[in-house]
């Protein structure tokens, strides 16, 4: 069965203390693989696609990367503002659009 | 600049009662879903529609009902609401692609089933 785990659940750092956030996936195909940010009370906002194992793509202190059997987000000394959740999600080759979604990483930055 | 627009925001239910959720979208977008997130289970997809008229199921579409009569809105409906059903509820809307990953979602709907 595909799935989609996401690790750590729940990530706390200091303002400026670089991390990382796994997305790991079972799947029997891969057409994309995406990366989400949801804010408290808020509905998830798109970051990013990852099509194949090597690609990377980068917004501000964001960068995603994506092997064979996982993708990680790397945030970049991050600030108070990155605090949220991050969603990352894959389209299986069975399916046009309907997104497999992990549970997510809640980050939060302090001062 | 709206995007999607979901109504209500917030709602109590009692056991058994009906109610029907609204989303909006105004950019023009064919594809509309319904998921429902619940803590550490993540974003889980009730119904989607391709395009006006049409609907089908996604994983979870037990207890609840879709239309989509215009292209612009998607409804979702519970017939008889159940405390299994208390959630926040998300729509989002897409354009028809290739590998279609980009959904825009609204602010979401909270629901209570007491």
């Known amino acids: 069965e595909d799935q989609v785990t996401q690790s750590p659940e729940a990530l706390r750092l200091q303002e400026g203390e670089s991390s990382s956030l796994n997305c790991s996936y079972t799947?029997?195909?891969?057409?994309?693989l995406f990366w989400y940010r949801q804010d408290p009370g808020k509905g998830p906002e798109f970051l990013f696609t990852l099509y194949s194992a090597g690609e990377e793509k980068e917004k501000e202190r964001l960068k995603a990367t994506l092997t064979k059997k996982e993708s990680f987000l790397h945030i970049t000394a991050p600030k108070p503002e990155d605090s949220a959740t991050y969603l990352c999600?894959?389209?299986?080759?069975?399916?046009?659009?309907?997104?497999?979604f992990g549970a997510g990483t809640q980050v939060v930055v302090t001062p | 600049n709206a995007g999607v627009t979901q109504t209500p925001k917030f709602r109590v239910l009692k056991t058994g009662q009906s109610m029907t959720l609204l989303c909006a979208q105004d950019m023009n977008h064919e594809y509309m879903y319904w998921y429902r997130q619940d803590p550490g289970m993540g974003l889980r997809l009730i119904h989607y529609s391709v395009g006006e008229g049409t609907t089908a199921k996604g994983e979870v579409p037990d207890g609840y009902n879709v239309s989509r009569l215009k292209k612009q809105n998607f409804l979702l409906g519970l017939e008889s609401a159940a405390p299994s059903q208390t959630s926040v509820y998300f729509c989002a809307s897409s354009s028809p692609g290739e590998v279609t990953g980009e959904l825009f979602f609204g602010e979401g709907s909270r629901l209570t089933v007491l």
């Open positions: 999600a894959h389209l299986p080759t069975d399916s046009w659009g309907k997104l497999q």
């Open positions: 799947v029997s195909g891969l057409r994309g």
